[in-house]
DNA sequence: GGAAGTGTACGACGCCCGTCGAACACTCGA
DNA sequence: TCGAGTGTTCGACGGGCGTCGTACACTTCC
C-alpha cells in the first residue's frame, strides 16, 4: 500500500532562461523532446525512447527536462510516462520549442 | 605595412542548433549580446562591455560568438569593433534573439 | 512469496569548458 | 622610436556535466 514519491516539477513561469537553453543545449535531450512531441500525450514511457545512453544517464536527462519546465511526469503502474509541456513552456519562452522542433 | 589577421566568422547559415543553443547558453555571452544589442553597430569594441572576467577569456567568448554567427567583429585601428548579426541570426534561428533580449 | 520489469540514488570516472596569468602581435600617438 | 593601449594565443588549473555500474525501491504478474 505504499507508493512512490511523486517527481518534482517545476513550472516553466518558474524556469531561467539559461536553464532552459542549458536543457536544451544536449543532442540527447533534445531527441527526447522531439520524439516527445511526435507522441500522443501520456503515452511514452521513459525507457521507450532510442537514446543511445543507458538507463542512469537516461534518469538524469528527464530530471533536467523536468527541472527545466519542459517534461512532466505520472507514475502508471511500473512505469513513468511523459508529456511534453508544450503550451506552457511556449507560453514562457515563444518560439524556443518551435524552433528545436523544426529541426535543422 | 603588416595586418592583422581578419577574425574567423561563421554564417549563421553554417551554424547548428546545439552550437546556438551552447553559445547562449552562458551568462556572459547572454550580457555581451544584450549590451550589444543596446548599442549602435560597430561602435563596440571587446574591452567595452561590463563583464566579469579577464581579457583572455573575454576574448574567448566572442570567439565563440562568432562562431555561432551572432557576432561581427572588424578591426578599428588597436580596437576590434562589433556588430550583433541580428537580421542574418534571426532568419536562420527565428525567435531565439528575440527570446534572449526580451530578459526574462 | 518470488521473479521480472521499470526507474531512481549513489559513487566514481573522464572530459570538456570557463577562467587565469603570461607572453606575444599589432596600432597609434607622443 | 618608444611607450601605452588593445586583443589573441598558449599552457595550466579547477569545476561541472555526462556517463556508467551497482544497488535499491516499487509495481505487476505468475
Redesign the interface.
Known amino acids: 500500500m505504499t507508493h512512490r514519491a511523486a517527481p518534482e516539477h517545476t513550472h516553466p513561469d518558474k524556469v531561467?532562461?539559461?536553464t532552459a537553453?542549458?536543457a536544451?543545449?544536449?543532442?540527447v535531450r533534445?531527441q527526447l523532446v522531439r520524439e516527445l512531441a511526435a507522441s500522443q500525450e501520456w503515452t511514452r514511457s521513459c525507457g521507450s525512447f532510442d537514446v543511445p545512453v543507458r538507463k542512469a544517464a537516461l534518469s538524469h536527462h528527464f530530471s533536467v527536462l523536468r527541472a527545466a519546465g519542459l517534461v512532466e511526469q505520472r507514475d502508471d503502474g511500473p512505469k513513468r510516462i511523459n508529456r511534453l509541456r508544450r503550451t506552457e513552456f511556449d507560453e514562457r519562452?515563444?518560439?524556443?520549442l518551435?524552433?528545436?522542433l523544426r529541426?535543422?
Chains 1, 2 share one sequence.
Not at 536544451?24 to 543532442?27: A, N, V
Open positions: 531561467s532562461l539559461i537553453l542549458d536544451l543545449g544536449d543532442p533534445i519562452f515563444p518560439g524556443l518551435d524552433l528545436v529541426g535543422d
